[in-house]
């Protein structure tokens, strides 16, 4: 059972460029998750999906688009990449509705762009 | 709004400690609270949780974690350190309306031969 799988581990991008960062789950969850990690904040959430063609907002979205056109994936993609967004990046996914089902962590995307 | 406050950002222990890492949360309603670990260069992986059923709870490697409410804290607790459990550790804060998670700023732990 893989779990939540991410593609690439590492990336190097230079400012301007764009790129997809992909997600995909093996556990039928509805509900997936895109998070950054930066030293010193924690985990902050970018986008999340309750379901196949639904999306939302998370506390930080700009400069991120998402789509959700099936259960099992979920790509984050960088239109524009800038200096700031030099992070790791994580995809999470649980079952929706389900207060007791924890979230499930991919490995990570580490992205630099100069 | 929800938020979750870790105190100390560092955490150092001797090998065979005990080990209290601290987490605070505030909810205007009844939150389920997680902690997780990440060690090196992977992701989260779930350490415990809290779901309302009982407020001692027991997590896997011998941790436990107490829900005060009270107190609105969730502190991770481990009686005797291991070298093994040198790691980030985040707290987290989940509403029973949704999938939404709020984590703490995390704390790393070194465990100190």
């Known amino acids: 059972n893989a779990g939540v799988t991410q593609t690439p581990k590492f990336q190097v991008l230079k400012t301007g460029q764009s790129m997809t960062l992909q997600c995909a789950q093996d556990?039928?969850?509805?509900?997936m998750s895109w998070y950054r990690q930066d030293p010193g904040m924690g985990l902050r959430l970018i986008h999340y999906?309750?379901?196949?063609?639904?999306?939302d907002q998370g506390e930080v979205p700009n400069g991120y688009n998402v789509s959700r056109s099936t259960t099992e994936d979920f790509p984050l993609r960088l239109l524009s990449a800038a200096p700031s967004q030099t992070s790791v990046y994580f995809c999470?996914?649980?079952?929706?509705?389900?207060?007791?089902?924890?979230?499930?962590f991919g490995n990570g995307t580490r992205l630099t762009v100069t | 709004a929800q938020s979750v406050t870790q105190l100390g950002s560092h955490v150092s222990v001797s090998e065979g400690a005990l080990v209290l890492l601290r987490c605070n949360y505030s909810?205007?309603?009844?939150?389920?609270l997680f902690w997780y670990v990440q060690y090196p260069n992977q992701g989260l992986q779930l350490l415990l949780k809290?779901?309302?059923?009982?407020?001692l709870v027991k997590g896997i490697n011998g941790f436990e974690a107490e829900f005060k409410k009270s107190e609105t804290s969730f502190h991770l607790t481990k009686p005797s350190a291991h070298m093994s459990d040198a790691a980030e550790y985040f707290c987290?804060?989940?509403?029973?309306?949704?999938?939404?998670?709020?984590f703490g700023t995390g704390t790393s732990l070194t465990v100190i031969p």
């Open positions: 999470a996914s649980s079952r929706q509705g389900d207060f007791n089902s924890p979230l499930h």
């Open positions: 556990m039928n969850h509805e509900y």
């Open positions: 999906s309750v379901g196949a063609g639904i999306t």
């Open positions: 909810s205007s309603v009844p939150p389920y």
């Open positions: 809290y779901t309302s059923a009982a407020t």
């Open positions: 987290a804060v989940s509403l029973n309306t949704g999938n939404q998670f709020y």
